[in-house]
């Protein structure tokens, strides 16, 4: 990510297959190049999220090393292994696919 980047709001429209674009200014903040995979993730009360895979597989590998309650201190811990596991076989399934 770059330094001194101030935050950024827009809009995007839906196409008729799903697809949005990721406005240039969002890439440029996160460094996320043509061809990069990134994960969505979605929970019907909280909203949806995306983010660079190799982000969140570091997330993951820290709560397998018993280190979720600094990843996430207000979650319930009970469920992030969970959280974790998905990532994990995300993160495998993408692998296998290239």
């Known amino acids: ?4 980047v101030k935050p950024f ?3 995007v429209k839906v196409g008729p297959k799903g697809q949005i674009v990721i406005p240039k200014e969002i890439r440029d903040m996160f460094g996320i190049e043509p ?3 990134l994960v969505i993730m979605a929970h019907p009360k909280r909203g949806i999220a995306i983010e660079r895979q190799n982000v969140l597989l ?7 090393a018993g280190k979720g309650r ?3 201190p207000y979650e319930d ?3 992030l292994g969970e959280f974790a596991k998905v990532i994990k076989e ?3 399934s993408e692998d296998e696919k290239k």
Not at 58 to 64: K, Q, R, S, Y
């Open 35 to 37: 061809g990069q995979s």
């Open 70 to 72: 600094e990843v996430y």
């Open 90 to 92: 995300n993160v495998e």
């Open 9 to 11: 709001m827009g809009s």
């Open 58 to 64: 570091g997330i993951a590998e820290a709560i397998f």
């Open 77 to 79: 811990q009970s469920n």
């Open 1 to 4: 990510m770059k330094k001194d």
